[in-house]
């Protein structure tokens, strides 16, 4: 542990000005995020074009593909908490409301979406030269999903964010990116308490259309 930390504070000192950019923007965008702000897809877009190029430089390709995606979620995000509902154009989020998904649609998504990447992570270790390709390819399809149900205001979303976070620090210690997987450790506990304070506000909302 006190080997890690130490990385930690030499790749602090000496890592790129651009993942120091990215890093901050990511950890903004997931605490506004939480409180539902729409200034956090703005932040999403830069962080997530910063790191489409470093991780395809370390030959990460599906999280480099990722961030591709993550850059046009940014914008539909912010298209959906915007004007998702036509009732409420004032700028602050609420574009839609946070609601559940059933246990039954969970086991469908997540079995159809591990099916997909049990498929990338074989294309890859045979016809590219990813690293680590089964778990880059599981962190990337899930991300995808917990993508799209953050747009959609999904309360879950944010369990599968902690898993999916959780994975993803295993990539980027392998990778010697520490300061991410600093952040990523950030990630997962931040990750967790969004979804108490999205269920809160969810009960809210509730009550206020009963």
């Known amino acids: 542990m006190n080997e890690w930390f130490q990385s930690i504070g030499v ?3 000496a890592m790129t000005g651009w993942e120091a950019v990215a890093v901050v923007l990511a950890m903004a965008y997931l605490l506004l995020a939480m409180k539902r702000s729409l200034w956090c897809w703005p932040a999403a877009f830069v962080s997530t074009l910063i790191y489409t190029v470093l991780f395809w430089n370390v ?8 961030n591709v995606f993550y850059m046009v979620m940014a914008i539909y995000g912010y298209w959906q908490w915007r004007y998702g509902d036509p009732d409420d154009l004032s700028g602050e989020s609420h574009g839609a409301q946070i609601h559940t998904w059933t246990i039954k649609r ?9 099916c997909v990447a049990a498929l990338a992570g074989y294309l890859m270790s045979k016809y590219t030269h990813a690293d680590m390709p089964y778990l880059d390819a599981a962190t990337t399809c899930f991300a995808v999903v917990g993508t799209f149900m953050l747009a959609y205001k999904v309360l879950e979303t944010w369990l599968y964010w902690v898993v999916i976070d959780l994975a993803s620090i295993v990539l980027y210690v392998n990778k010697s990116f520490m ?5 990523f450790v950030g990630y997962v506990v931040l990750a967790a308490v969004s979804y108490f304070v999205w269920r ?3 009960h809210e909302e509730s009550h206020a259309h009963a």
């Open 11 to 13: 790749e602090a000192t």
């Open 59 to 66: 030959a990460l390709l599906m999280e480099s593909a990722l």
């Open 106 to 114: 969970h086991f469908q998504v997540m079995i159809a979406t591990a």
């Open 179 to 183: 300061l991410t997987s600093a952040l």
């Open 200 to 202: 809160r506000a969810m």
